[in-house]
Nanobody
């Protein structure tokens, strides 16, 4: 069964940077898109960034050019470089890989931005 492993979360000061990484294990024949989502307790989970398997990328408006998503669907790996982090970025960040009929989610990794 496919499982997603995330790493890179933690505590960072405002203005600092973190790099989140996600790698899948198991057999995933086809990945159409790889995403990063985030969620604050009591709020909806929201899409942060998406990379399509042709290399095209898309970002939420709140990213404001601060983040960069990269990855390789053939290797089942995706990363999110986050710069200029703000306290409002504090959330649990989730990796997601999407096939045509199935979605796979990571367990989530905590990102805390505080002085």
């Amino acid at each position: 069964q496919v499982q997603l492993e995330e790493s890179g979360g933690g505590l960072v000061r405002p203005g600092g940077s973190l790099r989140l990484s996600c790698a899948a294990t198991g057999r995933l024949v086809s990945i159409n898109a790889m995403d990063w989502w985030r969620q604050v307790p009591g709020e909806q989970r929201e899409l942060v960034a998406r990379i399509i398997n042709d290399g095209s990328v898309d970002y939420a408006t709140f990213v404001k050019d601060r983040f960069t998503i990269s990855g390789d669907s053939t290797k089942m790996r995706v990363s999110l470089q986050m710069n200029s982090l703000e306290p409002e970025d504090t959330a649990v960040y989730y990796c997601k890989m999407s096939g045509i009929f199935h979605d796979y989610w990571g367990q989530g990794t905590q990102v805390t931005v505080a002085a």
